[in-house]
């Protein structure tokens, strides 16, 4: 798992106008959270916190966060959340969490596909991912930055659950174990044509009965007709 030192301050003023001044600065609000004395209000640098983010860990990786007017020692954090701008992506608000190295926390860590399923390369089937992240509960210094999914050797109609995952011995995942993460179906328009061609095939000689019943009787009654 990485580890980084990003460097921030104490925020003392809050409000919009607070916030949109830091932003005109180059620095936005940010609030951690979990630590023993509550809540603390900061400051940091998007810039750099994004360089960390895009380490190879993710939003997961472990943050030595040195904040000047905090007369502690350093506290390592991990984001919990970032707000963004809607239009322009760029950073408002950061959330983060303080941890502690020997306790237990809980993560989602994606889920990244490897390989290419036998069933799509020889079969022409078609690969669903319907997981692509789980929850899971570790140390700190485990969390991985993503879990691996082998996807050689499903072949069509064939599963991978999430029971069926690999991962470290003190990684535990918390998501349902029969819960589906990938799998290998047959084309769907190819079964959908097939499936409406029987069912119109089927249909066909109902009608075709239909008419001929509704000519005899139509003679029938014509015959029954008085002069």
């Known amino acids: 798992m990485?580890?980084?030192?990003?460097?921030?301050?104490?925020?003392?003023?809050?409000g919009k106008g607070v916030a949109r001044r830091?932003?005109?600065?180059?620095?936005?609000?940010?609030?951690?959270?979990?630590?023993?004395s509550g809540p603390m209000a900061v400051t940091v640098n998007p810039v750099e916190m994004l360089k960390l983010l895009g380490t190879g860990a993710g939003e997961n990786v472990l943050i030595t966060l040195s904040l000047e007017g905090d007369a502690e020692r350093s506290r390592t954090v991990i984001l919990k959340?970032?707000?963004?701008?809607?239009v322009r992506w760029e950073p408002l608000h950061a959330d983060f969490f303080e941890i502690s190295m020997k306790r237990k926390i809980r993560v989602q860590?994606?889920?990244?596909?490897?390989?290419e399923a036998v069933g799509v390369k020889m079969r022409a089937g078609i690969l669903e991912?319907?997981?692509r992240e789980v929850s899971v509960e570790c140390l700190p210094g485990a969390i991985p930055s993503h879990i691996q999914v082998?996807?050689?050797?499903?072949?069509?109609?064939?599963t991978i659950h999430v029971?069926?995952?690999?991962?470290?011995?003190?990684?535990?995942v918390l998501d349902d174990p029969a819960r589906p993460v990938v799998a290998v179906m047959i084309q769907r328009v190819a079964v959908e044509e097939a499936a409406a061609a029987t069912e119109e095939k089927a249909a066909e000689p109902e009608v075709v009965a239909g008419k001929k019943e509704a000519k005899e009787g139509k003679q029938e009654g014509g015959k029954g007709k008085p002069a």
């Open 2 to 14: 990485a580890e980084a030192v990003l460097k921030g301050q104490v925020r003392t003023r809050f």
């Open 81 to 86: 959340e970032l707000q963004r701008d809607p």
């Open 163 to 172: 029971s069926e995952l690999t991962v470290g011995e003190d990684i535990r």
């Open 109 to 115: 860590v994606p889920l990244r596909l490897v390989g």
């Open 129 to 131: 991912q319907h997981l």
């Open 150 to 158: 082998d996807v050689s050797r499903l072949d069509l109609g064939h």
């Open 22 to 36: 830091l932003r005109q600065q180059r620095l936005i609000p940010a609030v951690v959270y979990g630590g023993s």
